[in-house]
């Protein structure tokens, strides 16, 4: 069997209609235990050799908060090309009954390879995976992964760390902006190797009259100690 098959199985197990459920509830959904903590760790470690990736972000250079961030290059390691890969159909689906229900023409096609594609054909040819990295004080501002005109409308993140061992602090918050509204947060709770998936961008909500779109943003609070370590998947690729 091959990792592309071992993703599969292991996905195969996901409650998907909970899983759907959650993302039309609140924009996220818990994947837990996705990774065992031996695959965490091999990650985790991972970030220190550069030979995996295609560049470094500096956070604090830019204005996203403190911490940096690597993106990998391609070929894409495991296990992150398979999960990429295995779990796209399984979230396709509602990418395009959401963009269905906020009026969007686009369809995404069945399995990844097609996506990407359809990327790189409009100049989006750069990975966007990558592992982020943060140390006491760090954080990761409130912001949204948008990388070309081709956006996938679901990503995900797993922890590769565990809280109250590895660090304390930096909580997975994600905001929500409903029109006429403020801001609604949500705070994620993650233990090492679990997985939430979450909007990109919008999602639909349905209303008395219809469904209306809704904005999310995610970020990461100030880590008070320790070393935290997160892969990010994202599907579509960066011009």
Known sequence: MNRADTWSDRLAGV?????????????????????????????????????????????ARHGFGRGEYRYFAYPLPEPVASLRSALYPRLRGIANRWNAAMGLEVRY????AGFLEQCHRAGQT?????LL????????CL???????????????????????????GEFVLTEQRPRMQSRPMVVPLR??????????????????????VTLRHGVSRVRHGQRHTLGVIFHDAT
């Open 15 to 59: 409650d998907a209609p909970a899983l759907e459920a959650a993302l039309d509830e609140d924009g996220f959904a818990l994947m837990p235990r996705l990774f065992e903590p031996d695959v965490c760790r091999a990650l985790a470690a991972a970030y220190a050799d550069e030979r995996h990736f295609r560049s470094r972000v500096v956070m």
């Open 109 to 112: 096609p069945p399995q990844h």
């Open 126 to 130: 750069r990975p966007t995976p990558l």
């Open 133 to 140: 990295q943060y140390g006491p004080g760090d954080y990761n």
């Open 143 to 169: 912001h949204q992964d948008l990388y070309g005109e081709h956006v996938f409308p679901l990503q995900a993140a797993v922890l590769l760390s565990e809280p109250g061992r590895d660090f304390d602090g």
């Open 192 to 213: 090492q190797g679990d997985a939430v998936v979450f909007a990109v961008n919008q999602r639909p909500v349905q209303g008395t009259r219809g469904s209306y779109r």
